[in-house]
């Protein structure tokens, strides 16, 4: 069973235990964590007893919730109560235990989902691969020798290789769809400001989002509605009424405008990746296309948002430890510190603009469809990659199409497409804020047909 909902009903229905289910993913992660690395911390205790009182609601004739027994892990940029959140960085690591639980986790809990361990993830969520220098590369599982993506690598390859069947990550600007389609699952953004961020641990903080990785689209669904609701300790969470998107997972979509994105979207990409875009297409039976304008700036001010919140963030640190910073990371942060102040206002400025310019585009298309990275998964350690014919670099490119939707907050869903003997490649589906139940409707009808790779 790889997908959360039919093992909650079976764990349910009494056909297998909560703590059968969890010993069996434990089993699993220790097995197969000292080469894949997704995990920095394993929960086992309080897992095993998690589930022994679910089991105990059942045979009590209570209901446990609708994730009943299902295991998860999360990123470890969520506070977990108990636990050091370490955020990948070495630092972190003297801090003083969480006291409680991110507000996911204990929505989660509530659930009746188990907690069974902490995520492996790039230092601060500052990169693209999870090549972090402190805790370990993290190892795609369709090819040990790759990366797995970033900044959320653990949590999707966790989800990738079967060790649970759904996780927990963050996105600034791509750090949950760039592993998503590099490992082959879902990765689902919601709108800014839809989940809340209680409880974790920001890197840019009117950027940061945080969101899913599964195996199937009503597993997507059925967390993100248990997921929602406002939140008094973070407020940025939105107060906007709480829309259930697993009843309407099944409707009709045959009055939906999808277009496919063009210019930026067809440009500098392999051409795996472009035909993965058509194979989408083709399947929505799409063959309009539509121009998201400014793309390339808004990747642009993303990135000058992006290190001039983070340095700031951590500027006190930078002063006085540099040497205990991931050196890539903090080159990063220290050319974000040097910015002009006038540079972050006018990408804010340019931002707002930007914004009112894709709510126009919006106007005339429900859903658009892009590539979700350039290329399948780089080697590890790998530098370049040669793109439309020119060397550039394989970390800050690798969210070449991400960064400018997360740069407005927009809703996006990285969808796993299958690739002929290939690694795995996404396609983003897009939609304008808060139409979340429409990028899933669409994602279900892909699903029943043979594209999608899990």
Known sequence: MKDAVSIAENVLSGKVSAKEITQAALTRIVARNDELNCFTKIITETALQDAENIDREIIEGKNPGVLAGVSFAVKNLFDIAGLRT????????????AIEDATAIRRLKKAGAVLVGALNMDEY???FVTENAHYGTTHNPHDLKRVAGGSSGGSAAAVAAGLVPFTLGSDTNGSIRVPAALCGVFGFKPTYGRLSRAGVKLFSSSLDHIGTFTNSVRDIATIFDVLQGED???????????IQCLPQLNN??????IAIADDYFTQNAEIEALEAVQKVAEALNVSEYITIPEAKIARAAAFIITACEGANLHLDKLKNRPQDFDFATRDRFLAGALIPNNWYLQAQRFRRWYRNQ??????????????TTPITAPLIGQQTMILNGKEILVRPHLGL??????????PVLSVPIKQENSLPL???????????ALILQVAATLEKQDIISV
């Open 426 to 436: 996404g396609v983003q589906l897009i939609a304008a804020p808060y139409n979340e």
């Open 358 to 371: 894709v709510r126009e585009v919006f106007q005339n298309v429900d859903i658009i469809i892009a590539p």
């Open 232 to 242: 008094e300790k973070d407020p940025i969470c939105t107060k906007r009424p709480i």
């Open 401 to 410: 199409f991400t960064q400018p939707l997360s740069f407005i907050g927009l």
């Open 86 to 97: 370490l955020a990948g960085a070495k630092i972190n690591a003297e801090n003083s235990p």
């Open 252 to 257: 009709d979509i045959s009055n939906l405008k």
């Open 125 to 127: 969520a500052y990169g």
